[in-house]
């Protein structure tokens, strides 16, 4: 039996730049065409899949494995409007210059994705922001934790003595905690970031997180977490601040930026001080010294330090909007808030705030 059906190629060539996205830099990546009243394309990992309409009223006997590289190259800045696809017991791609000819293997792998407890409508781009706020500042190999709480879905991670944390609101009243692999986690930003719809519709599952849109559906697939980490994250929430007050957000961003590059040059440590109508920013290393002063609008009776590391906190910050954020000074560390995302600076356990004057 022989399949034969058109494609235009730029559509194509959008589809397999979202796919790139989905499965990162596997060693072996593949994609599958495989057919339900519709044809589709699906790729992905043990964590995250991705299923995409790509033709109507196209049926395939079987779904079929194949690469996704020598396709990708195949229609890069191709100047042909469509593109000839024959599926029989190879897949060849036909414009009127060249043909493309791939080995493939029937599959019998399931790419139906189980719609399961709907958890309402999220922007798109809020969904990437979570995860992208929470994952930004961890590595390959470790976790990402996704919770649901109170009408809320959030994500969040801990390196370096940082907490981030981003969430919002949606409708489900689920209360449960997983965790999702780093990469996983940066693939699916990546590939949300090349959506261009702007909303999504949430299903929840007890081993998935489906995204589904009218021709795509995103898989990610759970960790059931048991412990009690968002004890933590609430009860930084609700500690007395020792201090409090606001910061003005491009001044310290565009500060951040500068401290991170010098930081990773002098292999450096970081700190910030916070004193009256000051904010001092001092890199200490073998190699050499930086100091800043970020000149604020209050006055504190009390000198409290902290250090940090300024290209984790430049990862952040320069993806925050507006004009300032929240600074709640906590006797376990430094608590910065902006709208729905908050992160947190842990002071070591032998380190005390001090009301002595820091010294340039």
């Not at 058109?6 to 830099?25: E, M, T, V």
């Not at 990546?29 to 495989?34: A, D, E, I, K, Q």
């Not at 300032?324 to 906590?330: A, T, V």
């Not at 910065?336 to 380190?351: A, E, S």
Request: charge should be positive; hydrophobic fraction near 40%; aromatic fraction near 12%.
């Amino acid at each position: 039996m022989v399949v034969v059906f058109r494609l235009p190629i730029s559509n194509l060539s959008k589809a397999l730049n979202f796919f790139d996205r989905i499965i990162g830099s596997q060693e072996k990546r593949g994609l599958v065409f495989f057919s339900q009243k519709n044809l589709y394309l699906a790729g992905g990992d043990d964590f995250l899949n991705a299923f995409l309409m790509i033709k109507p009223n196209v049926h395939l006997p079987y779904a079929y494995s194949f690469p996704l590289d020598p396709l990708r190259s195949f229609v890069k800045d191709k100047t042909d409007k469509d593109v000839k696809i024959e599926l029989a017991s190879s897949l060849k791609f036909i414009t009127p210059n060249e043909k493309l000819i791939l080995n493939i293997q029937p599959t019998s792998i399931s790419f139906t994705p189980i719609k399961g407890e709907s958890l309402g409508i999220i922007p798109v781009q809020t969904l990437k922001k979570i995860l992208d706020l929470a994952s930004i500042i961890s590595q390959e190999g470790e976790k990402i934790f996704l919770f649901f709480q109170k009408a809320h879905l959030g994500a969040w991670s801990e390196n370096h003595l940082l907490i981030s944390c981003a969430f919002t609101p949606i409708l489900s009243s689920l209360t449960h905690n997983f965790t999702v692999p780093y990469t996983s986690t940066r693939h699916l930003v990546k590939a949300l970031d090349f959506i261009s719809e702007k909303q999504a519709s949430l299903f929840f599952t007890s081993q998935s997180l489906l995204i589904s849109l009218p021709q795509l559906k995103i898989s990610l697939r759970l960790i059931s977490e048991e412990n009690n980490a968002l004890g933590l994250l609430k009860s930084l929430l609700t500690t007395k601040p020792l201090a409090k007050f606001k910061i003005e957000l491009p001044a310290f961003k565009k500060t951040l930026s500068r401290l991170a590059r010098i930081q990773k040059q002098l292999n450096a440590i970081g700190s910030i001080t916070l004193m009256s109508e000051k904010c001092i920013f001092k890199i200490s290393s073998s190699q050499g010294s930086y100091s800043f002063i970020l000149p604020l609008k209050m006055s504190l009776k009390q000198c409290f330090t902290i250090n940090c590391h300024f290209y984790l906190l430049n990862s952040l910050f320069s993806r925050l909007k507006g004009k300032e954020f929240n600074i709640s000074i906590l006797p376990s560390g430094w608590l910065l808030k902006h709208d729905q995302y908050f992160c947190f600076l842990k002071k070591p356990k032998n380190i005390k705030f001090s009301k002595s004057p820091y010294a340039m």
